[in-house]
């Protein structure tokens, strides 16, 4: 009958493969969605720890994060940034390329077909307002110990300081006088100052340049990438108007500005 003939055609449609891709679509969608969200939690969780540990977080490192869908990596990294925005008050930030200062160094980028515009690694940085920036609201951490990583910071933002106020490059000889002047220049309340220097070395707060292009050996300072994400010269600016408080001379702003060219 017509009515059993339409129903046969109902069912054929039903059953069509137009029909079954868009139903196996659906679903994909929302396999997908939840995939991309485990995505974004795994790489919030990837930033916080790499943080933890004073490390970057690279390209790489968020490939192994996406597995094989590195075409969504924006759509994961905005998410993520979200997510670090609203639930702690930080975002990741690119840190700026190395620069390449020794002359071995400048004729190996010439030799590159290809020079680098972006570093590929970013850093945690607080977005906090800076009236909640107190260390009676955001103490240091407490491992080791509160009191460590107050000296620890201490003695990088220092060290950091000195090579932006010497105009952003400091030779070896002079850090070691101003260590010597602190009297840390052996050892400090973190660690042997040769070790805490491989530290600095170690996660970006500083650059060691060795040049031997003029016959003998020279040892220079650099600020780092984290140092300069982390501190900059706002930072070498604060640091040097908290050490002089009310003392401070009246021309202290002009001679910060030209210093560190603010």
């Known amino acids: 009958s017509a009515t059993q003939s339409e129903q046969r ?24 969605g939840s995939s991309q969200e485990q ?7 990837l930033a916080l720890s790499c943080e933890y540990s004073r490390q970057p977080i690279r390209r790489v490192d968020i490939g192994k994060v996406l597995g094989g869908r590195s075409r969504q990596f924006k759509e994961v990294f905005d998410e993520a940034q ?10 990741l930030v690119e840190l700026p390329v190395k620069e390449k ?10 030799k590159s077909e290809k020079q680098a515009t972006s ?14 920036r107190d260390p009676d609201i955001i103490p240091p951490p407490q491992i080791p110990s509160t009191e460590t990583e107050s000296a620890y ?15 952003g490059t400091l030779p070896e000889a002079k850090l070691e006088r101003y260590l010597r002047a602190t009297n ?34 020279v040892v220079e300072y650099m600020v780092g990438p984290r140092g300069k994400v982390e501190i900059g010269e706002e930072g070498v600016a604060g ?24």
């Open 239 to 262: 640091l040097v108007q908290t050490v002089y408080g009310e003392k401070a001379p009246d021309d202290l702003e002009r001679r910060l500005e030209r210093s560190l060219g603010l």
């Open 39 to 45: 995505m974004v939690k795994k790489l919030v969780r």
């Open 119 to 132: 570093s590929k690694s970013w850093v945690l940085q607080s977005t906090l307002p800076d009236k909640y």
């Open 82 to 91: 979200m997510t670090l925005r609203d639930t702690f008050g930080m975002e």
């Open 101 to 110: 200062v020794t002359l071995q160094q400048r004729r190996a980028a010439q």
């Open 153 to 167: 910071v201490g003695l990088y933002t220092f060290i950091v300081g000195v090579i932006y106020l010497a105009g």
């Open 184 to 217: 840390t220049e052996t050892s400090t309340p973190i660690d042997l100052t040769q070790k805490l220097i491989t530290r600095l070395i170690r996660e970006g707060y500083i650059v060691r340049n060795r040049d031997n292009s003029s016959g003998e050996e």
């Open 9 to 32: 055609r109902r069912k054929r449609v039903s059953r069509s493969p137009e029909s079954e891709e868009y139903a196996d679509g659906e679903d994909f969608t929302q396999t997908n």
